[in-house]
């Protein structure tokens, strides 16, 4: 029997001995199960620490990931952008041409120049029609609406290009200069405008800032 026993029996008997050897006992368990609980919080706190680092690198590979396919779609835009409004000049050019009924070159020279319009509207609408996704409905709408209008234009313009003036009778010789100067005052006054509302919406679109009253 150890010392500190005996001596517990020699003041209390057995009931003190039973109650310290308790409380010992009580202590130890305690003690057994507060560094337990430490030992299984700091597990935690590691796991928990490894978890928001492994979320943090799987949060930064999609963002990456997602910046990518991002810098590849406004580069994708920007060059369909570059190019529909290559092809709308280029179609308005033409337009532009067939409708100054510049006709030194006579009925030939404006079939030349009518087929020349007919192609770059096709063209356009060829390369357009492939593309269009890649820019808003807005952007879409309105380049349909330009697009058309010269196209109106061109073919009533162009369907009278077959017939020889001098034998059209007055009423289709009337609508014959009707279709010319209409188309003429199109090209001249409202494509111009189209054509600049629609260069500033596509410089928007890659990123140039508009410019406002004050920066002119």
Not at 58 to 70: C, K, M
Not at 134 to 141: D, G, K, R
Request: hydrophobic share 40%; charged share 30%; aromatic share 10%.
């Amino acid at each position: 029997m150890e010392a500190w026993q005996s001596v517990l029996l020699a003041i209390g008997g057995n009931t003190v001995l039973l109650a310290v050897l308790g409380w010992l006992g009580q202590q130890y368990v305690q003690g057994t199960l507060s560094r337990e609980l430490e030992r299984h919080k700091a597990e935690l706190a590691r796991e928990s620490q490894l978890a928001t680092e492994r979320l943090r690198h799987d949060l930064q590979l999609v963002a990456s990931e997602r910046q990518i396919t991002f810098s590849k779609l406004q580069e994708r835009r920007a060059t369909v952008i570059g190019d529909a409004y290559g092809l709308l000049v280029e179609a308005y050019w033409r337009g532009t041409e067939f409708a100054s009924r510049s006709d030194a070159g006579g009925e030939i020279e404006m079939k030349i120049k009518f087929g020349a319009a007919i192609n770059a509207l096709g063209a356009f609408n060829g390369f357009f029609d492939k593309n269009r996704i890649y820019l808003p409905e807005a952007v879409c709408s309105a380049l349909d609406s330009v697009i058309d209008e010269m196209g109106d234009h061109v073919s009533r313009a162009g369907g009278f290009i077959k017939y020889e003036e001098s034998k059209l009778p007055q009423a289709a010789l009337e609508k014959k200069f009707e279709a010319w100067d209409a188309a003429w005052k199109y090209f001249r006054e409202k494509a111009p405008q189209a054509k600049l509302e629609l260069e500033r919406e596509l410089r928007t679109l890659i990123g140039d800032k508009p410019v406002s009253e004050g920066e002119k």
